[in-house]
């Protein structure tokens, strides 16, 4: 059974940075892509970034390119979100998705999800 786990979500000032992580497990690792999507209160689930199994090919929302950077240690089963110049918009809570199979950017896409690591920034 894959599980995945956020950590390091927490509240910080505009203009500050973040490093969010997932931790999978019940899966081979490097055979999985993996997603980052944010909730807001009040609007649906978005996606924020991917990055293929190897590490090679990634993609990003254009509200986060040269923000925020996706990042992988296949050795630790983990993924990182590493968060900058932070704006108050980007508060929400960040789920990371998984899925053996590359088929799209829309929830319905990905198989496996974590429980959500809340990211508040302040003005």
């Known amino acids: 059974q894959v599980q995945l786990v956020e950590s390091g979500g927490g509240l910080v000032q505009a203009g500050g940075s973040l490093r969010l992580s997932c931790a999978a497990s019940g899966l081979t690792f490097n055979r999985y892509v993996v997603g980052w999507f944010r909730q807001a209160l009040g609007k649906e689930r978005e996606f924020v970034a991917l990055?293929?199994?190897?590490?090679?090919?990634?993609d990003y929302a254009d509200s986060v390119k040269g923000r925020f950077t996706i990042s992988r240690e296949n050795a630790k089963s983990t993924v990182y979100l590493h968060l900058n110049s932070l704006r108050p918009e980007d508060t929400a809570v960040y789920y990371c998705?998984?899925?053996?199979?590359?088929?799209?950017?829309?929830?319905?896409?990905?198989?496996?999800w974590g429980q959500g690591t809340q990211v508040t920034v302040s003005s």
């Open positions: 998705a998984a899925d053996a199979t590359y088929r799209g950017v829309s929830t319905e896409d990905w198989g496996s």
């Open positions: 990055i293929s199994g190897s590490g090679s090919y990634f």
